[in-house]
């Protein structure tokens, strides 16, 4: 069973800056990032592969940089120019190589989750 730990959230004003963290027990082909605000549906942010290509939501690719220390198992979401909207739970995910050759970002691609981690973004 693979586990992920997410880490690196917490409270930021806007247009202040935030890394995600993300460390997997095992090494994945594919691993992403989604949130999810209150009420609203998880959507996804962005995600790698082992070996490739990011691939990013269009609402934040300007903003957010994806990237991994395969080494470590760890892949990082880097989050510049936040704004109250980007104020969710959020939450890595990992897949096999297959999820990462979509292009795009379907929460039903992803076989495993982490717990979350609370990112809030004050005015």
């Known amino acids: 069973q693979v586990q992920l730990a997410e880490s690196g959230g917490g409270s930021v004003q806007a247009g202040g800056s935030l890394r995600l963290s993300c460390a997997a027990s095992l090494p994945m082909r594919c691993m992403g990032w989604f949130r999810q605000a209150p009420g609203k549906e998880r959507e996804g942010v962005a995600r790698i592969p082992s070996s490739g290509s990011a691939y990013y939501a269009d609402s934040v690719k300007d903003r957010v940089t994806i990237s991994q220390d395969n080494a470590k198992n760890t892949v990082y979401l880097q989050m510049n120019s936040l704004s109250p909207e980007d104020t969710a739970m959020y939450y890595c995910?990992?897949?096999?190589?297959?999820?990462?050759?979509?292009?795009?970002?379907?929460?039903?691609?992803?076989?495993?989750w982490g717990q979350g981690t609370q990112v809030t973004v004050s005015s």
């Open positions: 995910a990992a897949g096999g190589l297959i999820t990462c050759l979509r292009q795009d970002l379907r929460a039903r691609d992803y076989a495993y």
